[in-house]
C-alpha cells in the first residue's frame, strides 16, 4: 500500500502499470518468503515424515512427535505404575513401558498365584480367587475351658495344657481341676466345670463352692 502513496490521479497508463507491477512483485515474494518458512517434511530415525504424521524416535521409544509446518513437536509418554499384584513383567525393546505379563492376588504385602491357598497367619485361611482378590476365613476360637492356656506354634487357637480347671476363688489365686470337687477348706468344697458344662464360661471363671453346716474352718477335715 505504500508504492500507491507516491502514484498521483494525472498518471499515464504506462506510469500506472509499472506501479502495479511492482505491487505485484512485493506480495509474491511475501508470500514466497512466507512458503519458504514453513516447513512441509522432517527428518528421523532415517526417514522423512510429512506434515500431520506421527512417528516414535528410535533412540526413545518413551518420545512421541508429530511433523507440523514449524518442525516436530515431540513429548515424552508417562508410564501407568503396574498392579501390585504383578507377578511376571516384560520389557520389549520396541515398547515404551513394561507390561505386565501375569497377575496374582496381593494380600499383606505378598503376592500369591491365582488359584493358590495359602495361611498367612494360624487363623486364617485365604484363597487366590481368578478376579484378582484374595478372599480368607478366620477360625472363631471357642473359649478355652481353663484359666492357664497357652498357644501353640503353628496352632490359631489356644490349648489347656493341664486340662480343664478354674479359679477357686474370686481371689484368683488358687487353680483347681475341673470335673471333681476338692476341698478348699475343712470347711468348703467346689466343683470346676470339666469343660462339658454347656455355657461354662457365661459367668466368671469361678468354680462352684458349698460350705457344710454348722462347720468351723479350724476343724480338721480330709479332703476328698
Not at 497367619?121 to 484363597?127: A, I, L, R, V
Request: aromatic letters at 8%; glycine letters at 8%; hydrophobic letters at 25%.
Amino acid at each position: 500500500m505504500a508504492l500507491f502513496s507516491h502514484v498521483h490521479v494525472g498518471c499515464s497508463m504506462p506510469e500506472l502499470w509499472f506501479f502495479v507491477s511492482l505491487m505485484l512483485l512485493a506480495i509474491v515474494g511475501e508470500f514466497s518468503l512466507s512458503i519458504a518458512a514453513q516447513v512441509s517434511t522432517c527428518e528421523a530415525n532415517g526417514s522423512v515424515y510429512y506434515v500431520g504424521e506421527w512417528y516414535f524416535l528410535d533412540s526413545d521409544h518413551c518420545t512421541q512427535c508429530e511433523c507440523t509446518t514449524e518442525g516436530p513437536a515431540c513429548a515424552r509418554t508417562e508410564c501407568t505404575a503396574l498392579p501390585p499384584a504383578c507377578m511376571h513383567v516384560s520389557h520389549y525393546p520396541t515398547d515404551c513401558c513394561p507390561r505386565c505379563e501375569k497377575i496374582g492376588c496381593e494380600y499383606r504385602g505378598e503376592v500369591y498365584e491365582l488359584g493358590e491357598q495359602f495361611q498367612p497367619s494360624e487363623c486364617e485361611q485365604c484363597t487366590c480367587e481368578i478376579d484378582g482378590i484374595a478372599r480368607c476365613l478366620v477360625a472363631d476360637c471357642a473359649p478355652p475351658p481353663c484359666v492357664n492356656s497357652v498357644y501353640e506354634k503353628g496352632e490359631c487357637c489356644p490349648r489347656c495344657k493341664d486340662g480343664p480347671n478354674c479359679y477357686s476363688d474370686a481371689s484368683q489365686t488358687r487353680v483347681i481341676p475341673g470335673g471333681q470337687y476338692v476341698w478348699v477348706d475343712s470347711c468348703t468344697k467346689c466343683r470346676c466345670h470339666d469343660g462339658q458344662d454347656v455355657g461354662y464360661w457365661e459367668g466368671n471363671r469361678l468354680a462352684k463352692c458349698e460350705k457344710t453346716k454348722n462347720c468351723s474352718p479350724e476343724e480338721d477335715r480330709e479332703n476328698s
